[in-house]
Antibody, heavy 122, light 106 residues
Framework: QVQLVESGGGAVQPGGSLRLSCAAS????????MHWVRQAPGKGLEWVAF????????YYSDSVKGRFSISRDNSKNTLYLQLNSLRAEDTAVYYC???????????????WGQGTLVTVSS | SFDLTQPRSVSVALGQTARVPCGGT??????VHWYQQKPGQAPVLVIY???NRPSGIPERFSGSNSENTATLTISRAQAGDEADYYC?????????FGGGTKLTVL
């Protein structure tokens, strides 16, 4: 079955950087679009970024554009999120999530990982 | 930007029908998806493309979309349905979530 396992979270100071990973299994990773979604403590869901199946087209929320970068290594079945210039308001659980269909995009999420916590604090 | 408005909380008596609204201007032309999230867990898709249930989701869960409000309906509510529920749409290469509704089963 589909498994998405995030890692790389932790505590970082404002202005710092972090790279999150999402290891995928149970499906043909290289043919699916993938997303990152985050959730600040006690708050709702916020979409962060999306990448096409081949990594050649990426989209970002306005709140992270220019600071975060989504990428993927299809040879390793792994999705990444590079977080730069971190702010306190970036503190959240970061989830990776999978598009439902191979080869095209409907912009919703049929499987989610369990998330990794990023804490930005001095 | 596309604003999705959800009530912060909805209560339902055990065994009765709960309705969770998601408001948005002319939302009927959008495709709406719904997620359930229990404390400490990742979200789970419960309704996709307005009215469809993924495999494994009980028939008690249904969705509708009309004019300016999409609605998640949970029939014969059970204690295990207590959770936060989020609606979601896509517009102009951006995904938008509603603020979430906490469902309490009394």
């Amino acid at each position: 079955q589909v498994q998405l396992v995030e890692s790389g979270g932790g505590a970082v100071q404002p202005g710092g950087s972090l790279r999150l990973s999402c290891a995928a299994s149970g499906f043909t990773f290289s043919t699916y679009g993938m997303h990152w979604v985050r959730q600040a403590p006690g708050k709702g869901l916020e979409w962060v970024a999306f990448t096409h199946y081949d990594g050649n087209n990426n989209y970002y929320s306005d709140s992270v554009k220019g600071r975060f970068s989504i990428s993927r290594d299809n040879s390793k079945n792994t999705l990444y999120l590079q977080l730069n210039s971190l702010r306190a308001e970036d503190t959240a659980v970061y989830y990776c999530a999978k598009e439902p269909y191979s080869g095209y995009y409907l912009y919703y999420f049929d499987n989610w990982g369990q998330g990794t916590l990023v804490t930005v604090s001095s | 930007s596309f604003d999705l408005t959800q009530p912060r909380s909805v209560s339902v008596a055990l065994g009765q029908t709960a309705r969770v609204p998601c408001g948005g201007t002319n939302i009927v032309i959008r495709t709406v998806h719904w997620y359930q999230q229990k404390p400490g867990q990742a979200p789970v898709l419960v309704i996709y493309r307005d009215v469809n249930r993924p495999s494994g989701i009980p028939e008690r869960f249904s969705g509708s979309n009309s004019e300016n409000t999409a609605t998640l309906t949970i029939s014969r509510a059970q204690a295990g349905d207590e959770a936060d529920y989020y609606c979601q749409v896509w517009d102009s290469d951006t995904v938008f979530f509603g603020g979430g509704t906490k469902l309490t089963v009394l």
